[in-house]
């Protein structure tokens, strides 16, 4: 574990982590694989939340590193006193190593996520939030419903693999749904979002104007960020382009 000590006026837009407690970590799962990750902690606060990372799609090169994921365990244990959680899928692989397994197309996926949960509730971390992004969103719709977490907050869902039914579970569930809606997704843009998780009326969809799937540059990167802040510790808003 390594703790990263302060420095004055960093600026955050750049790819620099800013200090928080982390530790390279290990997820164990019910049909026997290993996964590798890694939990960025606040260093001198108890995490207002937790947020449970779940990346774009393996066979498309997503990993615990997308860009969106790293940029949030660099920047948020320190700009808004989170725990932030990421690991590799199974069968994904980042510098951190490879997860065991094969992909398992948002099915198999479901013991990887319960892994992670577990490790939340070992670790007594508060507030577990499902952050998925793409492919994340799926595995995050189809079976967070089956743990005890505060809500979900998706990124560009694709809603490929989540049938009307999955989605209509999340209605009246007690859980809070938000998803983020680039104007000029790949996949799923704002019109049939607003179709689609009509199913589910208390969803909350935040459309961003000139957004897109992978949320490229700074710009998107702090939209999104500040929108996962906005849900989970509000009062860490706004959140600054340097730190002290």
């Known amino acids: 574990m390594t703790e990263q000590p302060s420095r004055s006026s960093i600026d955050v837009r750049g790819g620099v982590e800013l200090p928080a407690r982390r530790s390279d970590i290990e997820l164990h799962t019910a049909d026997g694989l290993t996964l590798v990750g890694e939990l960025a902690l606040p260093v001198d606060a108890a995490p207002s939340g937790t947020l449970l990372t ?6 498309a090169g997503g990993f615990m590193d997308s860009h969106v994921i790293r940029k949030a365990a660099a920047r948020l244990p320190a700009q808004a006193d989170m725990a932030v ?3 590799n899928f199974r069968s ?10 094969e992909f398992g197309d948002g099915e198999t996926e479901r013991f990887d996520l319960a892994a992670a949960i577990a490790f939340v509730a070992e670790r007594g971390l508060p507030t577990p939030w499902l952050i998925g992004w793409s492919f994340g969103t799926e595995v995050a719709l189809k079976h967070g419903l089956e743990h005890d977490i505060a809500g979900a907050i998706l990124l560009s869902p694709p809603l490929a693999r989540t049938t009307d039914d999955e989605l209509r579970r999340w209605a009246g569930s007690g859980r809070r749904l938000v998803a983020i809606i680039p104007e000029f997704d790949d996949f799923l843009r704002p019109e049939a979002a607003r179709h689609r998780f009509a199913v589910v009326p208390e969803a909350e969809l935040i ?9 490229v540059g700074e710009n998107q990167t702090r939209r999104v960020l500040t929108e996962i802040v906005d849900v989970v510790n509000p009062t860490a808003l706004p959140l600054g382009e340097t730190w002290s």
């Open 85 to 87: 959680l990421r690991f």
């Open 92 to 101: 994904a692989s980042s510098p951190r190593g490879r997860s065991e397994g």
């Open 207 to 215: 459309e961003v104007a000139g957004g897109k799937h992978l949320w």
């Open 54 to 59: 779940l990346h774009p799609l393996p066979t």
